[in-house]
């Protein structure tokens, strides 16, 4: 009785923690542990349940899909759920899944190998050779449709070559980001003041869910797919409809390869261990399926993976290196980070000196003292991690690393918020201020030329600036007497700044540094809202109406204007005349003026942008979720049935769209709108 309590209490405690990190990976795109931990953690909640058949819930992280649905997006539903591939580490457990299959069919069975890419799982569907909708992978039966964000993907074929393929099917796959646009990406947000991406997987994922999909086309994403899905495909392997995409033009590995011989499989999945390194992309692993489709179908399914596919998943590349120091830095936000510098280490083609120690919890979770030699791993990450010690080295002497109590730049108490320490001192912490100011000129921002963060240091240690105001404030003369500074510089930088006032609304609330806001959230800001004083006075419940809007934003965006500082700042930008609400924009009528709209479902003949702009266009406000103060539900196919049960309990009017199109007298116009508004599609 003792056991079964202590492994019920147990496998309570591992889905608790496998739903958090599935939605710190999911939703967040902020992963805080390994693949192989998560996967070493599933593993033995799926060890427990076995052996305890009365703890079954299929609720449980072991029976689902991790979730990455995220709102201004429709949700659609899969014709053909998205399903998770069961995975190991271990090349015995790889050949027992072989011999598994072996033994099922006829012996012996061919199977393909594939590369596992690390990117964001996509569905494609194409329609007489046209591709018509890209939904992510969402729940496993619902995903985002984020279509236009994928016709930029110069990789994947808006029309396919060719005559013979089928009139309507399915193709998945990945959508990655190469290291050489990653590396580019993080440059210029480094060069912006913006938090660099984790790795290519975060960048991708979090591009893909850009509400601007010409930025999208900019960041250079890429498709690769492997798997065709239909009614009646006339394919007798995985490898010949695999090949039959390839001849229509759509994006397939050339690295797939065909194998009826256990141990060559097996060496060309050691060969790929050898050389990932070398690829202009990141993949973690090697994907074996069984290629006869009859065979697929005959071993069908469990509840959340396919029985006649694996992956089979490399460990992160791992080097020792001794510690030698440890760096407490400060961002703009006051976050401190605590960065190890290390005796130099080859690791995955590079040679490392510094590594993540992530915070004060990681660094006494793995007792990391000075001089101990250190596991470190690299997997993706712009900056290593420590992942442990060598204990076996460790000196008898060693004490325990010490984390600061007091800010290192201006010694102000640092205070703790979730797993991170924070300088509160946001009005007099040396790297805060420059850190915001440097943010404040951005390309994205202010986009303010001739300076820089070197600049901007020069600036604030000769006393010019102390706050984003005194940018405009500057004086030429006290200008021209700085090291470096010529006449052409400093009119050029002077001019600069004067045009930064003509910056958009949209840009000026990303640029002023709130926490958490990045550009697209301040889009959706002042999409929403319309001017500064509107966003300073709304509450919580008011924010999270604003599409991709949070409690967790929301929150921070009140905490941001408390701050009289703040407000201050806000005030004296205004008074520089710098753009604090959109610009008046011509309407068609203002039949829909002091109406509020929420869409849900798919329709025919309109996207959900058509549907908000002719809802804006018209005098309304398009809502992204539903609130006691919204006023219509405009529901179409497939509609989300928490907006609907919602709407249902507020006493919203649910109407359909010619109830809507007869509101703003469109009804007759409706085809030509939409035919005019194709023309810019496709």
């Not at 930029?152 to 309507?168: N, W």
């Not at 796959?173 to 913006?194: C, K, T, V």
């Not at 309990?649 to 109830?659: F, H, Q, S």
Request: aromatic share 8%; net charge negative.
């Amino acid at each position: 009785m003792v056991k079964m309590s202590t492994d019920k209490q147990e496998i309570i405690r591992l889905r608790e923690e496998l739903n958090l990190h599935n939605y710190r990976y999911y939703v967040l795109g902020k992963p805080e542990i390994s693949d192989y931990e998560f996967d070493v953690l599933m593993h033995r909640l799926e060890e427990l349940e076995a052996a305890n058949p009365d703890m079954f819930d299929s609720d449980s992280p072991t029976q689902r899909v991790g979730s990455d649905i995220a709102e201004g997006f429709t949700q659609v539903a899969h014709r053909y759920p998205m399903m998770s591939l069961g995975n190991t580490y271990s090349i015995d457990e790889l050949r027992d899944f072989a011999d598994r299959i072996n033994r099922e069919g006829e012996t012996p069975v061919k199977f393909v190998c594939e590369l596992k890419y690390d990117g964001l799982a996509i569905s494609l569907t194409y329609e007489h050779g046209r591709l018509i909708r890209a939904v992510t992978r969402g729940d496993g039966s619902v995903g985002d449709d984020v279509t236009q964000n994928v016709r930029t993907i110069k990789s994947i074929p808006l029309r396919l070559f060719g005559s013979d393929y089928p009139d309507l099917f399915e193709i998945r796959g990945e959508i990655f980001m190469p290291r050489s646009s990653f590396d580019r990406l993080n440059a210029e947000r480094e060069l912006e003041g913006e938090q660099p991406f984790a790795n290519p997987r975060n960048a991708a994922s979090g591009t893909l869910k850009l509400l601007d999909s010409t930025e999208v086309a900019r960041r250079g994403l890429q498709s690769i797919l492997y798997g065709l899905y239909g009614e009646n495909l006339p394919y007798k392997s995985h490898s010949e409809a695999m090949k039959s995409c390839m001849k229509w033009g759509l994006p397939v590995s050339d690295k797939m390869a065909e194998f009826d011989s256990v141990d060559e499989l097996m060496a060309y999945i050691d060969s790929w261990a050898e050389k990932r390194s070398t690829l202009p992309y990141d993949i973690d692993g090697m994907v074996i399926k069984v290629d006869n489709i009859a065979l697929q179908q005959r071993l069908g399914f469990t509840s959340k993976s396919p029985r006649w596919a694996v992956a089979y998943k490399f460990k992160a590349e791992q080097a020792e290196s001794r510690l030698l120091s440890v760096e407490f830095s400060v961002g703009r936000t006051g976050a401190v980070t605590p960065v190890a510098n290390l005796t130099p280490v080859h690791l995955a083609g590079t040679i490392v000196k510094r590594a993540s120690l992530h915070n004060q919890d990681q660094i006494a979770l793995h007792d990391i003292r000075l001089g101990d030699v250190v596991y470190v791993e690299k997997g993706g990450e712009i900056i290593p991690k420590v992942t442990g010690v060598n204990f076996s080295q460790r000196s008898a002497d060693s004490i325990p690393l010490e984390f600061p109590v007091l800010c290192p730049e201006c010694g102000t108490p640092l205070v703790k918020i979730d797993a991170r320490h924070y300088c509160p001192n946001q009005s007099h912490c040396p790297p805060q201020i420059v850190g915001r100011i440097v943010h404040f000129i951005s390309r994205k921002a202010m986009n303010i030329d001739g300076l820089g963060e070197e600049t901007i240091m020069m600036f604030y240690e000769n006393g010019l600036i102390r706050d984003v105001t005194d940018l405009y404030k500057l004086d030429r003369r006290r200008l021209l007497a700085l090291p470096r500074m010529g006449e052409k510089s400093v009119d050029n930088i002077l001019k600069s700044i004067e045009n930064s006032k003509q910056v958009p609304f949209a840009r000026v609330l990303y640029a002023i540094g709130i926490r958490f806001v990045g550009e697209t959230k301040a889009q959706s800001l002042a999409a929403h809202f319309g001017n500064i004083s509107s966003v300073m006075s709304a509450t919580q419940e008011e924010l999270i109406e604003a599409a991709d809007i949070g409690t967790t934003i929301a929150d921070s965006i009140i905490d941001f204007f408390a701050d009289e500082s703040n407000r201050d700042m806000v005030l004296k930008l205004a008074e520089f005349g710098l753009q604090m609400e959109n610009q008046s924009r011509d309407r068609v009528s203002d039949r829909l003026s002091g109406v509020s709209f929420v869409v849900t479902g798919s329709f025919e003949k309109y996207s959900r942008e058509q549907l908000k702009e002719l809802i804006e266009n018209n005098g309304g406000k398009f809502l992204t979720s539903v609130s006691g103060s919204t006023d219509y539900l405009l529901a179409g196919e497939k509609v989300g049935k928490t907006k609907l049960e919602k709407a249902e309990r507020n006493g919203t009017k649910i109407i359909n769209l010619d109830e809507f199109l007869a509101m703003i007298e469109l009804v007759d116009v409706a085809e030509p709108y939409y035919e005019a508004k194709q023309q810019t599609l496709f």
